[in-house]
């Protein structure tokens, strides 16, 4: 079975700009979370989606938003691109929400440069 | 909040040694996941071993093991018989019982360079 796919793999923007992020999870996963990563950091919650609606939000500025798709797949969308939202976007998808198995699959993720 | 703390920034270890990663933990919950993932220079995180706060036994996958002590908040990785693959960046997660409301709560990484 084909993992969590993520796209673009690598994109640089620059200040001001918009960026759409996509991701698919694994077949059969219903939820959907979003990280960044900052270089030398551990990944930060963004967002958690299960069955389209938002269920979790980290500490980020309304610029960011996101949402999820009848086939569970997922956008993240970050308006007035700054030079501290460079990092590397992790989305992770896992079989339900709550409860057993409680593991996230992380896709490779997509490098974003802010210039 | 929850927070994830990993103190050692590098750790080395020679092939076919033994390394133990060290992880502690801060949350007024009683029941909750915790997690090792392993990120290599792809950049792709990967589930290396989950404990559920609950279980008193530590779990075991292959190599790698864990030692939970749930009064002290410790959450260790010990890697036996390391391999040149182990190398990677590893980190220590929590996960709420409450589910996907506060995602993962991730340390800051330990980087584990394995010496040929």
């Known amino acids: 079975d084909a993992g969590v796919t993520q796209s673009p793999t690598h994109l640089i923007k620059t200040r001001g700009q918009h960026v759409t992020l996509r991701c698919s999870p694994i077949?059969?996963?219903?939820?959907v979370s979003w990280y960044q990563q900052v270089l030398g950091q551990g990944p930060q919650f963004i967002f958690q989606y299960y069955e389209k609606e938002e269920r979790g939000r980290g500490n980020f500025p309304d610029r960011f938003s996101a949402r999820q798709f009848p086939n569970y797949s997922s956008e993240l969308n970050v308006n007035a691109l700054l030079l501290g939202d460079s990092a590397l976007y992790l989305c992770?998808?896992?079989?339900?929400?709550?409860?057993?198995?409680?593991?996230?699959?992380f896709g490779p993720g997509t490098r974003l440069t802010v210039t | 909040a929850q927070t994830v703390t990993q103190s050692q920034p590098e750790m080395s270890v020679q092939e076919a040694e033994t390394v133990t990663l060290s992880c502690t933990y801060d949350?007024?919950?009683?029941?909750?996941?915790l997690f090792w993932y392993k990120q290599p220079p792809s950049r792709q995180m990967i589930l290396v071993i989950r404990q559920e706060a609950y279980k008193q036994q530590n779990a075991t996958e292959n190599r790698f093991s864990v030692n939970f002590q749930k009064a002290a908040k410790s959450f260790s990785l010990k890697i036996s018989d390391s391999q040149l693959g182990d190398a990677a960046m590893y980190f220590c997660?929590?996960?709420?019982?409450?589910?996907?409301?506060?995602?993962?709560?991730f340390g800051k990484g330990t980087h584990l360079i394995i010496q040929p």
């Open positions: 992770a998808s896992s079989l339900v929400l709550q409860g057993p198995p409680y593991e996230q699959y």
């Open positions: 077949s059969g996963h219903k939820s």
């Open positions: 949350t007024s919950e009683s029941d909750y996941y």
């Open positions: 997660a929590y996960r709420s019982e409450r589910g996907g409301a506060d995602g993962l709560t």
